[in-house]
């Protein structure tokens, strides 16, 4: 054996190893949904400010735009969604019946109890926190980007002007601020009208039960996020449809309890793995060997 046919064995069985530790264990942590933090969005309340926007921008160092730069209206055009330079963004949906009062709606990651993302990640880069947060370590990603692809809300972004050091960027839930000592994220900081709300993900929970329950005219009876994909981090409520403000219908079922069980018995073990690139391995001599004739 050569050193080549030495070194594509020995990357064989290193890849392998690595799939089979990768999906050995389900990457989406259990959680007891009453013990982390959340955020209850009311839509009813927002009025398209901007300045959660102009938080989020400065708490995470992604520009260094003025206040006053985010009260330009023009961005409620078309609809915009999260990118590598904007954890947070802020749409218009407009009420055909109500035209003088359009809604405002929210987006950023929406922290899953159980993510898909995290179900993905081949490295364990993304991962569910206590305090309710889906956190991510760059230090740990490899850039294969199948967490954007599992995300059924399409949150996270992937820095493809920074070739040489990418990363994928989303909103972190100000990790930090709340886990440390329970202070609320930049953006609901910020909220002049009060229409995002910080506690325990079961006191928000209940008080979108009661504020349903006080004005049954204002709110349609559902609180998003409670139970859809297994339950979120962040809530909302709203008057109108949740497919007319931007935000998906979704049934109960976390994604992971699709897919975790296929990934686990295609990878156990790590066979398909090496026999996936033992094969690699086979070909890559065989076209040696024919340019060495």
């Known amino acids: 054996m050569d050193r080549r046919q030495f070194l594509c064995g020995a990357g064989a069985a290193g890849m392998a190893g690595m799939a089979g530790m990768a999906f050995a264990q389900p990457a989406s942590a259990?959680?007891?949904?009453?013990?982390?933090?959340?955020?209850?969005?009311?839509?009813?309340?927002?009025?398209?400010?901007?300045?959660c926007e102009y938080a989020c921008a400065k708490s995470n160092k992604l520009s260094d735009m003025p206040l006053e730069s985010f009260e330009d209206k023009s961005v409620f055009d078309g609809p915009r969604r999260m990118t590598a330079n904007a954890y947070t963004v802020v749409n218009r949906h407009d009420d055909a019946a109500h035209p003088e009062r359009p809604t405002f709606v929210k987006a950023q990651c929406m922290h899953c109890l159980k993510p898909a993302c995290a179900s993905a990640c081949l490295v364990g880069a993304l991962r569910p926190q206590p305090s309710g947060?889906?956190?991510?370590?760059?230090?740990?990603?490899?850039?294969?980007?199948?967490?954007?692809?599992?995300c059924p809300f399409q949150v996270?972004?992937?820095?493809?002007?920074?070739?040489?050091?990418?990363?994928?960027?989303?909103?972190s839930f100000c990790f930090e601020r709340v886990?440390?000592?329970?202070?609320?994220?930049?953006?609901?900081?910020i909220c002049p009208p009060m229409c995002l709300t910080f506690a325990k993900r079961s006191e928000l929970v209940s008080l979108a039960r009661t504020k349903i329950?006080?004005?049954?005219?204002?709110?349609?009876?559902?609180?998003?996020?409670?139970?859809?994909?297994?339950?979120?981090?962040?809530?909302?409520?709203?008057?109108?449809p949740v497919t007319e403000l931007g935000l998906m219908e979704f049934g109960e079922k976390p994604i992971p309890e699709y897919t975790e069980p296929l990934q686990h018995g295609i990878f156990k073990y790590g066979v398909p793995p090496a026999l996936l690139f033992g094969l690699l391995a086979v070909a890559t001599n065989m076209f040696d060997h024919k340019e060495g004739e």
């Open 30 to 51: 259990s959680m007891d949904a009453a013990e982390g933090y959340g955020v209850l969005v009311d839509t009813t309340e927002c009025i398209g400010c901007r300045k």
């Open 133 to 150: 947060a889906v956190t991510y370590d760059p230090w740990k990603c490899m850039g294969c980007r199948y967490c954007m692809v599992a």
């Open 156 to 171: 996270p972004a992937y820095e493809y002007d920074h070739p040489l050091t990418p990363k994928v960027s989303k909103c």
């Open 179 to 189: 886990s440390e000592g329970g202070k609320a994220p930049a953006c609901v900081d």
């Open 213 to 240: 329950e006080a004005h049954p005219e204002k709110y349609l009876d559902h609180v998003y996020g409670e139970h859809e994909l297994g339950g979120t981090s962040w809530l909302y409520l709203t008057s109108r």
